[in-house]
């Protein structure tokens, strides 16, 4: 793949915890303007390989790169300056503001104001259109001034894209995006990241494979911390060992089950 077509890579990305590696030797490349998937069983690595992508952990050994820069040794705070933005697999909003407040705080470091907390609210109601379209876009303009603690969970994950897509992030990583969610707030925050990775690049981690066959370019199957295969969603569900990993089975005529849970590491 072209270097000019690369958002993100990584070279024998490694990481050690006392004798444990968690993350083995994963060289991986995603496509600038897609949405690429990692995927695995239990245990396999995955929120290990986005905690060092966001460098919560350093890497014991191996390099990342966005948009060809070398960003291994960076901090958090410079890699989400760059444009590499993060959601968790915990729901991280404040309950006790409105919704629209939550997203005017993530829009405000665009003032160079975010750390003058003692201005008056009037000083930022300049960002209140701003808010009101993302919301719109994530389907929340009619709960704007409702309290976030009031919301049901699929709305408060909606709520956390519309925060994400504020800081006007390239590279959006989403940790289990549809964890803990029924099944119709699993279609209507899957539908979300398809609209709103138009002009992005998502990387995501996810265990429904209904989601991942519904709306992801490529995918990177991570096994015991190391890369068991990549490809399309049909050339993962026909891999026989994939299948192995995930059902014990490498029965040719049997493919993944669409609902396969993959808890992360």
């Keep these: 793949m072209p270097d000019q077509d690369v958002i993100l890579r990584t070279q024998g990305l490694t990481k050690a915890f006392k004798g444990f590696t968690a993350v083995s030797d994963v060289s991986l490349s995603v496509r600038r303007g897609s949405i690429h998937a990692l995927i695995g069983p239990n245990g396999a690595g995955k929120t290990t390989c986005f905690n060092l992508l966001t460098k919560f952990h350093a890497p ?25 933005i993060r959601s968790f697999q915990i729901s991280a ?13 993530a829009l405000q470091r665009k003032l160079g ?49 519309a925060t994400t897509l504020a800081t006007d992030p390239e590279l959006m990583l989403l ?7 029924g099944h119709e707030d ?11 990775s138009a002009g992005r690049t998502v990387l995501m981690v996810e265990h429904n494979m209904g989601v991942v066959s519904s709306i992801v370019d490529r995918i990177t199957v ?22 192995e990993a995930y ?19």
Excluded at 93 to 105: A, D, K, S
Excluded at 175 to 181: A, L, N, V
């Design 175 to 181: 940790d289990e995006p549809t964890q803990g969610m």
């Design 113 to 161: 104001t975010a750390w003058h907390f003692w201005r008056g609210k009037r000083s930022l109601s300049r960002l209140d259109a701003r808010a009101m379209e993302l919301l719109d876009a994530v389907g929340l303009a009619s709960f704007a001034h409702l309290g976030t603690a009031e919301l049901a969970y699929g709305r408060k994950r909606a709520l956390e894209l």
């Design 222 to 243: 991570l096994q015991r911390g190391a890369i068991l295969a990549e490809g399309s969603y049909d050339e993962i569900s026909r891999n026989p060992h994939v299948k």
């Design 186 to 196: 699993v279609e209507t925050v899957t539908a979300l990241i398809k609209r709103v």
């Design 247 to 265: 059902m014990g089975t490498t029965d040719d005529e049997q493919a993944l089950p669409v609902q396969a849970a993959t808890e992360a590491a």
């Design 60 to 84: 014991s050994s191996g390099s990342i790169h966005f948009n060809g820069t070398d960003i291994t040794a960076l901090r958090p705070a410079e890699i989400a300056r760059m444009g590499v």
């Design 93 to 105: 909003v404040f309950p006790q503001l409105t919704v629209l407040e939550n997203v005017r705080i």
